[in-house]
């Protein structure tokens, strides 16, 4: 039954029970998570923005798994799911918190915050009761993508430009990995709806949110890139906004945004290079802010010489502060970009090997890729460059970071390129390492490994973009770029495909002449 009370009494005694589920949840967040979803249950008939949005930071910042499975199958997360779609299709105006009149003391609710909760999660939480436009939307973007915590390869990223309504049936069949059949059929259909709620808002909010204020824009960009959802309105409604942001932004916000757009490989030069002018502001972030825009700089492949040299004059800094991840992240930007002048690449592996059992403890396995991938290209490009070797139980891990199950890797458009190739007399084996191992990282799709020629397959992960999946630009991401560069330097010829050319080509008479022309460029035919 739908409540008589007044908004003040409705917000008052919601404050009251949200106080006590806070101390609750810090002496137990198993047990008393439930507090916070009772508090839908109480109030949803009369439920404002506000309150929702910080009943969903509380619950998204709850880091136990167990707890999160318990949440998202229950009755109430699922209800919430539905009424923010609901809202969002037939009264949009809800997610306006200016509109709402809520008297909040926030300095009573601070004693009571979780201890863990970090100083991001902390400042996102408080700006929940500030009447910010949209950033009530904006905290349910960021909970539902924090809650979801997808296991989604680079191959089963989603363009959310699919749909412009809420139907979850073009995201229903979303993949999990490791889940039982039981957890699968629940959180399947309720993970439809949430990514048909991310693209409804892509096509309807886009302009709105990039508008807003500079921590909404950094929370909502970084919860499409953590989903790996290609939201194109709203990144190029960031760019467009983007010199009164990058002079709003503090420099944890602005090296969310870098992140965010490298991570879904958004083409963004103009973001990039007005960043790349204010070495300032992400040199006063620190060395996680730091390794950040370092590694959102390589990753898509843009060069910025001059504020890579402004970060190479913070070594000491980075050295003395960063953690192992924070190193590994700037060491690995450096080689990718081919600096290595100085001692910022040796001195950062140094720091890495020489780190004590707990630090190596708490690494994760993208760290060994990375110092993988550097040792290679040191090797390569800077043999000058003394890489004491790792302790053996790191180096052990290092040197088996890369290697993967070829056979999963060769896609069906990898093997009729191939099948035509040996048809027109080019012989070649699939997924071949000149390292003289099978890795992931310098592997090639099809190599005549007595001419030191390869024909690489590109598909759409191979680029960065600027709209949808069907609007690749021509221009390689840093990893590929990377690769390609180590593979010359060594002496291959590289014949690149790209998915789109070969796509374009209607019989195999066409893919014949396509592939012909390819070889001709480095071959004597």
Same mark, same amino acid.
């Given at each position: 039954m739908k409540s008589s009370l007044d908004s003040n009494t409705i917000n008052s005694?919601?404050?009251?029970?949200?106080n006590h589920a806070l101390t609750g949840l810090k002496a137990s967040p198993q047990r008393n998570h439930q507090d916070f979803l009772r508090l839908w249950e109480i109030y949803k008939e009369d439920m404002n923005c506000v309150n929702l949005s910080t009943i969903m930071n509380i619950l998204g910042n709850i880091k136990n798994e167990k707890v999160i499975r318990q949440i998202r199958l229950?009755?109430?997360?699922?209800?919430?799911?539905?009424?923010?779609?609901? @809202? =969002?299709?037939n009264d949009p105006d809800w997610f306006d918190q200016s509109q709402v009149n809520y008297n909040f003391d926030l300095h009573t609710f601070l004693p009571h915050l979780p201890e863990k909760l970090t100083l991001f999660a902390f400042s996102t939480l408080a700006l929940s009761f500030?009447?910010?436009?949209?950033q009530a939307l904006t905290n349910v973007l960021y909970t539902f993508a924090k809650l979801i915590k997808p296991k989604i390869s680079n191959a089963a990223a989603l363009d959310v430009t699919a749909s412009d309504d809420i139907d979850p049936r073009a995201y229903s069949a979303l993949k999990h990995e490791g889940e039982t059949s039981k957890w699968k059929g629940n959180v399947r259909e309720q993970n439809g709806k949430i990514y048909a709620i991310f693209s409804y808002i892509n096509t309807n909010f886009a302009s709105k949110i990039a508008s807003g204020g500079a921590q909404e824009v950094a929370l909502t960009v970084w919860s499409y890139a953590i989903l790996k959802l290609f939201a194109p309105n709203?990144?190029?409604?960031?760019?467009?906004?983007?010199?009164?942001?990058?002079e709003d932004c503090n420099p944890q916000e602005l090296s969310l945004i870098c992140w965010s757009f490298a991570r879904n490989r958004h083409d963004s030069p103009e973001l990039f290079d007005l960043v790349a002018c204010k070495p300032e502001k992400i040199l006063a972030g620190?060395?996680?802010?730091?390794?950040?825009?370092?590694?959102?700089?390589?990753?898509?492949? *843009?060069?910025?010489?001059? *504020?890579f040299a402004s970060i190479a004059g913070r070594l000491d800094m980075l050295l003395m502060e960063g953690k192992p991840q924070a190193l590994s992240n700037t060491m690995w930007a450096f080689a990718m970009m081919g600096i290595y002048e100085g001692d910022v690449v040796s001195s950062l592996w140094d720091a890495l090997v020489n780190c004590t059992e707990e630090e190596m403890a708490s690494m994760k396995h993208e760290l060994y890729v990375q110092m993988y991938q550097v040792t290679i290209a040191a090797s390569i490009e800077a043999p000058?460059?003394? =890489?004491?070797?790792?302790?053996? @139980?790191?180096?052990k891990i290092v040197q088996t970071a890369t290697t993967r199950n070829t056979?999963?890797?060769?896609?069906?458009?990898?093997?009729?390129?191939?099948?035509?190739?040996?048809? *027109?007399?080019?012989?070649? @084996?699939l997924e071949v390492s000149p390292m003289g191992r099978s890795d992931g990282f310098l592997s090639l799709d099809m190599a005549d490994t007595k001419n030191s020629i390869a024909v690489e397959f590109d598909g759409p992960f191979h680029y960065v973009r600027r709209e949808g999946l069907e609007h690749i630009t021509n221009r390689d991401d840093g990893r590929t770029a990377f690769k390609t560069r180590l593979?010359?330097?060594?002496?291959?010829?590289i014949i690149r495909v790209s998915y789109l050319d070969w796509a374009g080509l209607s019989n195999e008479e066409e893919q014949i002449g396509y592939l012909f022309h390819k070889l001709k460029e480095v071959m004597d035919i």
């Open positions: 005694n919601f404050q009251y029970k949200l229950s009755r109430e997360y699922k209800e919430i799911v539905d009424f923010v779609s609901e @809202k =969002l299709r500030v009447a910010l436009l949209n709203i990144f190029n409604a960031v760019v467009e906004n983007r010199e009164r942001l990058v620190g060395p996680q802010v730091i390794s950040n825009v370092a590694w959102s700089f390589a990753s898509n492949n *843009m060069r910025a010489d001059d *504020m000058h460059l003394v =890489l004491a070797p790792p302790p053996p @139980k790191m180096n056979d999963v890797l060769i896609s069906k458009s990898q093997k009729h390129v191939s099948n035509i190739l040996h048809r *027109m007399g080019f012989y070649h @084996k593979l010359e330097r060594k002496g291959w010829r």
